[in-house]
């Protein structure tokens, strides 16, 4: 049987014939209904002409040495060194995105890839193109995204200390620990995916912070990702990454991804605390031979007001991503199932009144010293923070059903 392996360099497509090693032939035309391309192999690329053309040769040669039929695809964003004439020379498609960022270039290479499967992979010779087919097998044996993991195979000057101790490890760390997922090296620029996912995915991000974003939504679809070790090699060229600016970008992206850590924890935990140091004031508590007033009454109340408002932004956030990004949130889906906005008014209706009664009493007993000097600023904490409480549950759950009036049940 002939093997047919197919590249694409420079819009032409070229074949090689099992048996005739190292021959690349053009297709002979007209060409009769050829096979679908395997393999889109996309590079982003910014200022990186010491490496490009090397880069796309040693795509090209492991698609072709491997049977792979696919294509090199370089999206460029401006660079002024000749990246993209160097790319077009040694026979890749280049794509020109004009929005800056590692992020806008891979929605733009995705967006002109027509392989099966997509390989992301730098520029700048970090990575072994010869992995390709290992990441290729993976996808082919069902994984839907394929990770490397560079953390062991590092070698020597080619991660700065803090990225590879600290900074990796913590934004890793951190993503695993809010999406569950188990990805041990978050941030590596070789990766492969299947490209029928990309609408699952609905990428966005348009810095190095897409990196991360992938993983956070192939986590949140429940995808298959795999991942293995691969080697990293010093870097030829500049850096294009900014170490304090993207790990910023990266955290940013994780937290207004999960309006439950951003939002229902912390502001859960204040509300409970303000709640705890509330009653320790009322239950005349004393702790370590020391007594609360007034002070730590305040104290109490500012964090039940302002945990309770920020639960009730996370709330929001997260009905919004049901409603208006379509994600999965089992918890928030059961919880709306059993509470309708009628629940919430009639709650926050219950905490208002409550915090206006004790408003009476405090005028009443004020009128009943004749309009003297008053003692009650402890059941006026109260009543402020029960009637603020109050009106911000009501107002919120007004916004809850504003943000879930398309849902269909
Ligand atoms: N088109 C385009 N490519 C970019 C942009 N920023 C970075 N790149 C490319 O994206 C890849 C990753 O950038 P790198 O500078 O290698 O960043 P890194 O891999 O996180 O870190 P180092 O390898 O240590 O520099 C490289 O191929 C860059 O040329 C950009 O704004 N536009
Ligand atoms: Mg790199």
Request: charge should be positive; glycine fraction near 12%; charged fraction near 15%.
């Amino acid at each position: 049987m002939r093997a047919w392996a197919g590249v694409v360099i420079a819009g032409q497509s070229w074949y090689v014939v099992g048996g005739e090693k190292n021959v690349l032939r053009p297709t002979p035309t007209p060409v009769l209904a050829a096979p679908a391309l395997r393999v889109s192999v996309v590079i982003p690329c910014l200022n990186e002409a010491e490496n490009i053309q090397q880069c796309i040769r040693l795509a090209q040669g492991v698609l072709y040495e491997n049977g792979i039929s696919g294509e090199v695809i370089v999206v460029d964003n401006g660079s002024e060194d000749g990246s993209p004439e160097l790319a077009q020379a040694a026979g890749a498609t280049v794509v020109h995105e004009p929005h800056r960022g590692y992020g806008s270039a891979y929605l733009a290479g995705f967006d002109a890839a027509r392989g099966a499967y997509i390989v992301m992979i730098d520029a700048d010779l970090t990575y072994d193109f010869a992995e390709i087919p290992r990441f290729v097998k993976e996808l082919d044996a069902g994984a839907q995204l394929v990770m490397g993991n560079r953390m062991k195979g590092i070698q020597p000057g080619a991660m700065p200390w803090m990225n590879r101790h600290i900074g990796n490890p913590l934004l890793s760390g951190f993503l695993n620990l809010i999406y569950r997922t188990n990805v041990g090296d978050a941030h590596c620029g070789m990766r492969a995916l299947r490209r029928d996912v990309l609408p699952v995915l609905d990428l966005c991000s348009t810095g190095m912070e897409f990196a991360s974003e992938m993983v956070i939504r192939a986590s949140k679809a429940n995808l298959e990702i795999r991942e293995f070790p691969i080697a990293l090699h010093p870097r030829g060229g500049k850096s294009k990454l900014s170490p304090f600016r993207d790990a910023w970008r990266h955290l940013r992206l994780m937290l207004v991804y999960s309006p439950n850590f951003l939002f229902v924890l912390p502001g859960a935990l204040m509300a409970l605390l303000g709640a705890l140091i509330m009653i320790t004031v009322f239950a005349h508590v004393s702790l370590f031979g020391h007594s609360f007033f007034i002070h730590t009454l305040v104290a109490g109340s500012m964090l039940v007001v302002v945990g309770t408002q920020v639960v009730g932004l996370g709330l929001c956030g997260r009905t919004y991503g049901v409603y208006h990004l379509g994600e999965r949130d089992r918890w928030l889906e059961r919880l709306q199932g059993r509470f309708r906005l009628e629940h919430g008014l009639l709650l926050g209706g219950v905490l208002t009144l409550a915090g206006l009664a004790m408003g009476g009493v405090i005028v009443g007993r004020w009128l009943a010293r004749g309009l003297g000097s008053l003692s009650e600023e402890r059941l006026a904490v109260l009543a402020a923070t029960a009637i603020i409480t109050g009106v911000q549950v009501v107002f919120t759950s007004f916004l809850l059903s504003i943000l879930g009036l398309r849902r269909r049940d």
